[in-house]
């Protein structure tokens, strides 16, 4: 392997977009990671950091080496660069998704049929859930996300992604709180999210007692506004405690297909709403069988859909959050199917299947071993599975050995590294 160090010039052409976004290139046994650049157009980059841990380096895109790739742009959010929270918006998102989707079908080469990939409607003001992080500055307290690399927050207002409602929630909640420094011994974060007809939901979740925060959170201004207390180590930004309503009544409401559901405060809830409901609404065509099972299920949006188009079913939810099976039974009784479902708050890989049919929701991490085994020794016939990582798809379909019959991937995240994919597999 020919060493690399910081400073080294090189021409390089990438071949896959790495998991914040950069473009990853080859060289001489590196593994070289590009901000900037596009698979498939060469460029002049110099090397800017060497990994101690592995033959992995970052380098700096100087420009095109040859011709400047024809999907190149300038990036429309005017905090692109010091945020890196998008890592693809100097690609046009259509380019971007077809890059994509093509370097997801290398990861699945036994998939018998893709479908046309689903368009985000939206490639800006798409996010309907975000969440800000406190650091104290002098006298001020600023709410920021944290960028790909160093501990320094980055102011995120003018976010061209949020939804314009949930931009002008994080303006208010910026202009509410951050002229009180004290608060940022008190604040862990707040979680801002909003549903398709505009209304807007706030969580504050702090430590120790709350003071003043609930008169805060009103002050604010969204529809409705909780707090939830984590006093817990590390930096997770929300607990598994129960939240406390201090404005509004109840949780704001998503709609899907007709079916009511609600918003959970801090539970897991789809960015992406339009994209959520054609998923949803195909993961629902495929759940045929008269005992529909759901593990990873949050707040039940998709196994209810299920329920909804096949009359006859029953479905079993299982997910290891207590607050997001609560939410799963407010939301079976507020549609009229509480009587055909039953939720329940176990970890998916000890949950013991008996369904007919297997919906999966799992995080990025994919689905425990436990999970595909128990499903494989079950009664299920069929596995609709949806996937936010695609590397971990391809291992869990090739553990369970099933027939893979399709694949539809879907844009729920325009000008990011991430693909949703809807995958269908069936017992041999």
Same mark, same amino acid.
Not at 217 to 238: K, M, S, Y
Not at 318 to 335: C, E, L, Q, T
């Given at each position: 392997?020919?060493?690399l160090?910081? #400073?080294d010039? %090189? /021409?390089l &052409?990438?071949r896959?977009?790495?998991? *914040?976004? $950069?473009?990853e @290139?080859?060289?001489?046994?590196?593994?070289?990671r590009?901000?900037?650049?596009?698979?498939?157009?060469?460029a002049?980059?110099?090397?800017?950091?060497?990994?101690?841990?592995?033959?992995v380096?970052?380098?700096?895109?100087?420009?095109?080496?040859?011709?400047?790739?024809?999907?190149?742009?300038?990036?429309?959010?005017?905090?692109?660069?010091?945020?890196?929270?998008?890592?693809?918006?100097?690609?046009?998102?259509?380019?971007?998704?077809?890059?994509?989707v093509a370097?997801?079908?290398?990861l699945?080469?036994a998939?018998?049929?893709?479908?046309a990939?689903?368009?985000?409607?939206?490639?800006?003001?798409?996010?309907a859930?975000?969440?800000?992080?406190?650091?104290?500055?002098?006298?001020?307290?600023?709410?920021g996300a944290?960028?790909?690399? #160093?501990?320094? %927050? /980055?102011? &995120?207002?003018?976010?061209?992604?949020? *939804?314009? $409602?949930l931009? @002008?929630?994080?303006?208010r909640?910026?202009?509410?709180l951050?002229?009180r420094?004290?608060?940022?011994?008190?604040?862990?974060?707040?979680?801002?999210?909003?549903?398709?007809r505009?209304?807007?939901?706030?969580?504050?979740v702090?430590?120790?007692?709350?003071?003043?925060?609930?008169?805060?959170?009103?002050?604010?201004?969204?529809?409705?506004?909780?707090?939830?207390?984590?006093?817990?180590?590390?930096?997770?930004?929300?607990?598994?405690?129960?939240?406390?309503?201090?404005?509004?009544?109840?949780?704001?409401?998503?709609?899907?297909?007709g079916?009511?559901?609600a918003?959970?405060?801090?539970?897991?809830f789809q960015?992406?709403?339009?994209?959520?409901?054609?998923?949803?609404r195909?993961a629902?065509?495929?759940?045929?069988?008269?005992?529909? #099972?759901?593990?990873?299920?949050?707040?039940?949006?998709?196994?209810?859909l299920?329920?909804?188009?096949h009359?006859?079913?029953?479905?079993?939810?299982v997910?290891?959050?207590?607050?997001a099976?609560?939410a799963a039974?407010?939301?079976?009784?507020?549609?009229g199917?509480?009587?055909?479902?039953?939720?329940?708050?176990?970890a998916a890989e000890?949950?013991?299947?008996?369904?007919?049919?297997?919906?999966?929701?799992p995080?990025?991490?994919g689905?425990?071993?436990?999970?595909?085994e128990?499903?494989?020794?079950g009664e299920?016939?069929?596995?609709?599975?949806?996937?936010c990582?695609p590397?971990t798809?391809?291992?869990?379909?090739?553990?369970?050995g099933?027939?893979?019959?399709?694949?539809?991937?879907?844009?729920?995240?325009?000008?990011?590294?991430?693909?949703?994919l809807?995958?269908?597999?069936?017992?041999?």
């Amino acid at each position: 392997m020919v060493p690399l160090k910081e #400073g080294d010039a %090189l /021409v390089l &052409t990438p071949r896959r977009i790495g998991r *914040r976004g $950069e473009a990853e @290139a080859e060289h001489e046994g590196w593994r070289v990671r590009i901000p900037n650049a596009i698979c498939g157009e060469a460029a002049r980059v110099r090397i800017t950091h060497v990994s101690r841990g592995g033959p992995v380096a970052v380098a700096e895109y100087e420009g095109p080496a040859e011709a400047r790739h024809p999907a190149r742009r300038e990036p429309p959010c005017p905090i692109h660069d010091p945020c890196g929270g998008c890592g693809l918006q100097h690609v046009e998102p259509r380019a971007a998704l077809q890059m994509k989707v093509a370097q997801a079908r290398r990861l699945l080469p036994a998939a018998e049929a893709w479908s046309a990939p689903l368009e985000s409607p939206r490639s800006l003001g798409y996010r309907a859930k975000t969440f800000l992080l406190p650091q104290s500055r002098g006298r001020t307290l600023l709410l920021g996300a944290r960028p790909p690399r #160093g501990a320094e %927050l /980055v102011d &995120t207002a003018g976010c061209a992604v949020l *939804r314009p $409602e949930l931009e @002008a929630l994080a303006a208010r909640t910026r202009a509410v709180l951050e002229s009180r420094v004290e608060l940022s011994l008190k604040i862990r974060s707040a979680m801002l999210r909003c549903n398709r007809r505009g209304a807007t939901q706030l969580t504050l979740v702090h430590f120790g007692e709350p003071g003043p925060l609930a008169a805060l959170a009103c002050e604010i201004g969204a529809d409705a506004a909780f707090l939830q207390r984590h006093d817990a180590p590390g930096n997770l930004i929300c607990s598994e405690a129960e939240e406390t309503q201090v404005a509004g009544d109840g949780p704001i409401e998503e709609r899907f297909d007709g079916l009511a559901v609600a918003i959970p405060p801090t539970a897991f809830f789809q960015g992406n709403p339009e994209v959520a409901e054609e998923l949803y609404r195909a993961a629902a065509v495929e759940l045929s069988g008269p005992r529909i #099972g759901e593990l990873y299920c949050g707040a039940g949006a998709a196994g209810l859909l299920a329920l909804v188009r096949h009359p006859a079913a029953t479905l079993v939810g299982v997910d290891r959050s207590p607050r997001a099976i609560a939410a799963a039974h407010a939301n079976a009784a507020a549609n009229g199917l509480a009587a055909r479902c039953r939720f329940d708050a176990v970890a998916a890989e000890d949950a013991r299947p008996a369904w007919d049919t297997v919906l999966v929701n799992p995080p990025r991490a994919g689905c425990h071993e436990r999970v595909l085994e128990a499903i494989a020794a079950g009664e299920a016939r069929s596995l609709v599975y949806l996937s936010c990582n695609p590397v971990t798809l391809a291992r869990d379909a090739e553990r369970i050995g099933w027939r893979l019959l399709s694949v539809r991937p879907a844009d729920m995240f325009p000008q990011t590294p991430h693909l949703e994919l809807l995958a269908v597999l069936r017992r041999p």
